[in-house]
C-alpha cells in the first residue's frame, strides 16, 4: 500500500519509514505493530506490511535519510545498523513542499525551515497544488496521515466549516484567516477519496463541513491526536480509580520534551492546542473533573525522549487522601511510529470494505477520538477488536 505523510521528514514519519523498510527487509521483528498480533494479524491477506512512502514537508531536504539520519544523529532512538540497511530504501523517498498556513508562532521559531510562505498564492491554487501532488502518487490503496507539527487553535466560523458549500467559498473568497494547513491538506486527500488519520490536535477533518464531506465521497477518517505515552497511562490508569469507587480529587501531570515537537509547543499558541487535547480525557474517563494541571515544558537536551511526571491524589475509604506517582520516559518517535501503519492499514480495510464517514471505533489510538466520548483504553481497545473481526469477516 501507498501512505503520503503530511510532515514526512518529522522523527515520526522517518522512523514509521524506517521501521517499515527494515520489517520488509526482515531485520527486525513486528513488536508495536498492533496490526501483527491476533486477531488484527488477520489483516495481513487483505493488506500486506508493504509500503511506499510519499509526502508534504516545509523543510526542503534531499530525501528522506537525509531526514532520518539527522535525527537519528540526535537521538540514537534505535541501531545504526538498521539506519544503514534502510538507506537506499529512504534515499528514493522525497517529500514535496507543503504548506504552513496559519500553524501558530512555533512553527515560524523554527531556526532551519528554509520555506513557510505560500508564495502568494491563493487557497484554491494551494489546495491544487496539494490535490495534484497527492493525485500523482496515489492509487487506489493510499492512505493520508497528518503527523505534521501541532497547529494553533484555528479561528472557528460557523459559516466557512459549517458545511462543504460554506468550506468552499471560503477557498473561493479566499479568507486565509479561517483556514489552517491541517483543514487544506484533510480537504484534499478526503476530496481525492483517500482515507485521511490525523495523528495531530490540530483540526484537520474534524469541522462539520470535512465530515460532510467525507460522507459524501463515502471515504473513512479519524482522529484526533495519537494517544502515544503519558496520556495513554492516564487513560488505561484512570479507570481503575473508577472501578474501585476511589474519588481522584487532584491529577498532575509535567510534560518536558525537546526535539521540533518541544520547540513547536514552547510557543502559547501551539501548545494551547495541545493541553485542550490532553486535558480532556479527564473528565471523560471518570464522569467528573478533579482538579488538574497540565503543563508541557521544551527541555532541549532531552531531544525525542518525551518525559511526563504525573501526581494523583485521591481519596479512599474513611475519606483518607492518599497519593500515587508515576514518570512516564520514552523515545516519541518509537512509541508513535508503529500506530502510523496500524492505522494506515486499518483505514484502507474500512476503505476495502465500503465504510465512510468517521470511523470512531479506532477510538484507540486517539486522544480526542472523534464522534466518541469513550476514552477508557480497555474499552476502547475492545471496540476496535470488534469492529475488525466483523469488518475482516464481512
Known amino acids: 500500500m501507498k501512505l503520503w505523510l503530511i510532515g514526512a521528514y518529522g522523527i515520526v514519519s522517518t522512523t514509521a519509514m524506517?521501521?517499515?523498510?527494515?520489517?520488509?527487509?526482515?531485520?527486525?521483528?513486528?513488536?508495536?505493530?498492533?496490526?501483527?498480533?491476533?486477531?488484527?494479524?488477520?489483516?495481513?491477506?487483505?493488506?500486506?506490511?508493504?509500503?511506499?512512502?510519499?509526502?508534504?514537508?516545509?523543510?526542503?531536504?534531499?530525501?528522506a535519510f537525509v531526514a532520518c539520519r539527522e535525527h537519528w544523529e540526535l537521538n540514537k532512538h534505535f541501531d545504526s545498523e538498521i539506519l544503514i540497511a534502510v538507506k537506499e530504501d529512504l534515499e528514493k523517498i522525497s517529500a514535496l513542499k507543503g504548506t504552513a498556513l496559519n500553524c501558530g508562532s512555533?512553527?515560524?521559531?523554527?531556526?532551519?525551515?528554509q520555506?513557510?510562505?505560500?508564495?502568494?498564492?491563493?487557497?484554491?491554487?494551494?489546495?491544487?497544488?496539494?490535490?495534484?501532488?497527492m493525485k500523482n502518487f496515489a492509487d487506489k490503496e493510499t492512505v493520508v496521515i497528518n503527523v505534521a507539527s501541532t497547529e494553533a487553535l484555528p479561528k472557528l466560523n460557523k459559516k466557512f466549516h459549517g458545511s462543504i458549500e460554506g468550506f468552499e467559498e471560503m477557498l473561493d473568497r479566499d479568507a486565509k484567516e479561517f483556514a489552517t494547513a491541517s483543514m487544506l491538506y484533510a480537504y484534499s486527500a478526503i476530496k481525492l477519496g483517500l482515507p485521511y488519520a490525523?495523528?495531530?490536535?490540530?483540526?484537520?477533518?474534524?469541522?462539520?463541513a470535512l465530515k460532510e464531506l467525507a460522507k459524501e465521497k463515502n471515504v473513512p477518517h479519524a482522529g484526533n491526536d495519537g494517544k502515544t505515552g503519558e496520556t495513554l497511562v492516564k487513560t488505561t490508569l484512570a479507570p481503575m480509580f473508577a472501578y474501585r469507587n476511589l474519588k481522584v480529587v487532584g491529577w498532575m501531570s509535567y510534560n518536558i520534551l525537546g526535539d521540533y515537537d518541544g520547540k513547536v509547543l514552547s510557543a502559547r499558541d501551539n501548545r494551547e492546542t495541545k493541553i485542550i487535547s490532553?486535558?480532556?480525557?479527564?473528565?471523560?474517563?471518570?464522569?467528573?473533573?478533579?482538579?488538574?494541571?497540565t503543563e508541557i515544558a521544551f527541555f532541549p537536551s532531552l531531544v525525542d525522549n518525551k518525559t511526563a511526571f504525573d501526581f494523583i491524589h485521591f481519596k479512599g475509604f474513611l475519606g483518607k487522601l492518599m497519593k500515587f506517582y508515576?514518570?512516564?520516559?520514552?523515545?516519541?518517535?518509537?512509541?508513535?511510529?508503529?500506530?502510523?501503519?496500524?492505522?494506515?492499514?486499518?483505514l484502507l480495510l474500512a476503505k476495502k470494505k465500503g465504510i465512510g464517514g468517521v470511523v470512531k471505533e479506532?477510538?484507540?489510538?486517539?486522544?480526542?477520538?472523534?464522534?466518541?466520548e469513550i476514552v477508557n483504553t480497555h474499552e476502547q481497545f475492545q471496540i476496535l477488536k470488534e469492529w475488525f473481526v466483523q469488518l475482516a469477516k464481512a
Open 362 to 372: 479506532m477510538a484507540f489510538f486517539f486522544k480526542s477520538p472523534m464522534d466518541c
Open 18 to 63: 524506517a521501521g517499515a523498510k527494515a520489517i520488509e527487509r526482515e531485520i527486525v521483528d513486528r513488536t508495536g505493530l498492533l496490526t501483527t498480533v491476533d486477531p488484527f494479524i488477520e489483516i495481513e491477506s487483505i493488506i500486506p506490511l508493504d509500503f511506499e512512502f510519499g509526502g508534504h514537508e516545509i523543510r526542503m531536504l534531499p530525501n
Open 198 to 208: 490525523n495523528f495531530t490536535p490540530s483540526v484537520g477533518s474534524s469541522i462539520p
Open 278 to 293: 490532553k486535558d480532556k480525557v479527564l473528565e471523560k474517563t471518570l464522569g467528573y473533573s478533579p482538579f488538574s494541571i
Open 106 to 113: 512555533g512553527i515560524r521559531e523554527l531556526g532551519n525551515i
Open 115 to 133: 520555506t513557510l510562505e505560500d508564495g502568494g498564492l491563493t487557497l484554491k491554487e494551494i489546495v491544487r497544488n496539494l490535490m495534484k501532488d
Open 326 to 346: 508515576f514518570i512516564w520516559d520514552a523515545i516519541d518517535a518509537i512509541v508513535a511510529s508503529p500506530l502510523i501503519l496500524d492505522i494506515a492499514r486499518l
